[in-house]
């Protein structure tokens, strides 16, 4: 595809349970970051890849959050044992390197029962 | 750290006319980013218009423009010729290169465009 994609598109889970998202970013950017945006509210940075190294992993709320990347490929956030403030709309994004304009993904909306 | 402000949560515009929203920003960096995404019900964040801070020339894209005013950390988007599909959600956002360029946004101005 052209640009990042991002799955799923909507979860929803139950308290407790641990979750699994997927970026596939556009091939070929070696840059790839995840934000959080809550509703009504601007994007939080959580995590910067470049390649599949993780200089910046400085925005992760709490250990419960981590996140990988194979290559300059696909990442995952992963979120374990979910809390009800983890609702939120996930946000992937990629770009050719630092320093160049971001492209998001449509992003994945979290739903926590 | 880096800080962002959008004072305006909400604006609207009548179709055809010019519409500026408002951003600052707090920096002691010399070398930065600015950005302005559009973001839409569809969610997707859209890039609008992207201004480094060593140019001192105003960023212009068709009817987006800024106003870049470094020393008083301002960066105000001008729509020209508002149209029905201007109408989204738009954040102010600001990267440097030295942090791998990670975005820190504004809280969001939503824009109503009226017909």
């Known amino acids: 595809g052209a640009g990042v994609s991002q799955s799923p598109s909507n979860k929803v889970t139950e308290k407790g349970k641990d979750v699994e998202l997927r970026c596939d970013p556009i091939?070929?950017?070696?840059?790839l970051y995840w934000y959080r945006q809550r509703l009504g509210q601007g994007l939080e940075f959580l995590i910067y890849?470049?390649?599949?190294?993780?200089?910046?992993k400085s925005g992760l709320p709490s250990d419960r959050f981590s996140a990988e990347r194979t290559g300059e490929s696909v990442s995952t956030l992963t979120i374990q044992r979910t809390q009800q403030e983890d609702s939120a709309v996930y946000l992937c994004a990629s770009s050719p390197g630092s320093n160049q304009p971001q492209h998001f993904g449509d992003g994945t909306r979290l739903s926590i029962l | 750290a880096q800080t962002v402000t959008q004072s305006q949560p909400e604006m609207s515009v009548q179709e055809a006319e010019t519409v500026t929203l408002s951003c600052t920003y707090d920096t002691s960096e010399s070398d930065y980013y600015l950005f302005w995404y559009k973001q839409p019900p569809s969610r997707q964040m859209i890039l609008v218009i992207r201004?480094?801070?060593?140019?001192?020339q105003n960023a212009t894209e068709n009817r987006f423009s800024v106003n870049f005013q470094k020393a008083a950390k301002s960066f105000s988007l001008k729509i020209s010729d508002s149209q029905l599909g201007d109408a989204a959600m738009y954040f102010c956002a600001y990267g440097e290169e030295t942090s791998g360029s990670r975005l820190t946004f504004g809280e969001g101005t939503q824009l109503t465009v009226n017909p």
């Open positions: 890849f470049q390649g599949n190294s993780a200089p910046d």
């Open positions: 091939s070929g950017h070696t840059a």
């Open positions: 201004q480094e801070a060593y140019k001192q």
